[in-house]
């Protein structure tokens, strides 16, 4: 089912001699005679990738083989933030308000505050406080009232109804969420954790249905002052293992897919609820950490839609009850509000309000949110800047300094019209993950650190997300990751030939390409190395009387990447479960292929890698200065440009030398 690579060496040697003698004449006519925009291209010092030059670094021998270098078995599709065929599906929605009666009270820090003109006048104001009872994931009741409450009332549970009056005829009615403060959470006993990181809180906020891509559209505020001025580290090749949320959720919370787990669903046989599941909240818990667990939607919750969900409340906070009680009273407000404040306020607020209480505790919260997102990625647009203002927030209130906080999707759009297009379907296997950590935590795990930057650009999963969370608790070391375990804690550099397969992950869910073998003589090959020798020509072209034209001498290797044929089938799993493939009879073709080629230089020998990008539909091919490395020395080849311009050397032969 996984397809091996294999190189492709150019072994027939007569046929390669006449492929060679016609591709250097057929390349130079080629280089004279088309102009390629340079505009674009911008240059670097630094001329190699990071893992082209890792690779160096663990092996200075390989440059002087003259660049046989260990491949990244997954290379995933180079999807575009503004593709098409998605932007068709893209809108922008202005930002919510709620109209109508503001609301009497509000929660600050633990307490129930009055808004301030009701406060000042005189007119009979009374409230009364009713806590909200969890009996179970599907019941709530209200417990016994605290009448005629204060301002400044501390809460005595994170979730309450109030009932307030106003003279005789104006009555308020509204629930309400906070997290109330309790001596039994502030003194909750700790492990001294003396191999983990100090006790470093993680917390979570996720959104349903938001792959890489729809975030990179729809969350650009977000992410511009979380990734670009905050630092924030993404992980690029991140990889779902199944369809749908608990294919995520399970892996990454427990290390184990669904079938892995006891039976729990809805109506099976011997079904049961899933309390004593591996949740690492229960270990987190163990080591002295407050836990959440937060969903907003009763109904399609990922534990209860179509599972037993929780007998016992699973984590410290746990707002599925106010959700319950409130759903219901959504109807008396503007859509997506509860009273005068927006749905999605009260839930990053409620996220902030366990920062401010419990500054000082290790916390484990991990807060992912359906309704925003599943059906319709574009009401996110309506969030972007309270996510941005809420991380902002508890940033510059210090409340990071120790804290990791990821911002994360589950997987992808799942609705048909989506996942019917190619676009669609990669975009669906490769979700949203980021991380923020304390600038203190490089300094001190520096190796940790690097590895997991270099894992941005190396397939992961949930499973390593679960291995990763592990390390909180006992850190296991920063050396290479074993490639035959399913899950590699993301402090550990994951290796270079980690496929699918070793992860575990299905052929219809792997997203990244397979490895085709061409022939050197290929037509799309031929145009690719053209694409590629242009450019590198017109990296030197003003400098072209101290500069040789380069031809290509010798294509030592070429590899074509695509999409997998099970991705392009794949329609839907069984509704139950989502485990097993059911629909293969999507007919979606490859509208990319990316082109792996190796080749030499002539005159000067300089020896190449590039990818290149075809655009199958246009039949474009196209790439970037990224996507070009020198892979041999190039010594003094470019000496008479060195006071010139140093940014061209690995393209430079100098002719007159
Ligand atoms: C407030 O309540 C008192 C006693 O019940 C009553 O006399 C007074 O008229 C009320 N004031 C207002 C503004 O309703
Ligand atoms: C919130 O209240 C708690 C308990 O009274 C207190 O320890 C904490 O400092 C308060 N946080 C803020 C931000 O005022
Ligand atoms: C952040 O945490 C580190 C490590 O615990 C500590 O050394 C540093 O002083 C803290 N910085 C701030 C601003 O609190
Ligand atoms: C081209 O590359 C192949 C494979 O590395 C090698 O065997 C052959 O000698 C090379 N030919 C030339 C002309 O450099």
Redesign the pocket.
Known sequence: MFEQKKWN??SIKVIFGLF?LWTVAFLMFFARHRHIKMADVSLRSDRLSPTTQAAFRDNPSLEQQGGVLPRQECIHPQLKVNDPVMMKFFRKYPPLTCSGQKDWIYVDNGTVRFSKPLHGKKNNFTCDYYPLVRVGDYEYKWGLPHVDIKDGFPMTSDFFRAVCKRGTREQYENIHAGVSYSKQRTERPRDPLKSGFEGLSIAILGFDSMSRMSWLRRLPNTRKYFHDELGAIELEAHNIVGDGTTAVMFPMLTGKFEWELPECRVNFKGATTLDKFPFIWHDMKKAGYLTSWANAAPKSAPFNWRMLGFKDQPTDFYPRPFYLAATPTFKRFTSHCLGSQTQSKVWLNWFRDIFLMYRQQRKFLFHFITDMSHDDNNLMTQMDDDIRDVVKFLHDGGYLNQTVLILMGDHGARYNKVRSTWSGKQEERLPYFSFLFPPWFERKYPDAMRNLRTNTKRLTTPFDLHETFKDFLKFSGAGKGNVLARGISLFKEIPLERSCEHADIAPHWCACLAWKNVPVGDKDVVKALGTALLTINGFTKEYRSYCALLAV??V?MATKLETRAEVLKFKKTDSNGGIYAIDMSDKNKNEMALYQLTF?TTPGGGHFEVTVTQDVIKGSFDLTEKEISRINKYGDDPACILDKNRQIRQYCYCSRS
Do not use: D, L, S, Y
């Open positions: 060496f150019c060679c001498a010798n030592t030499i």
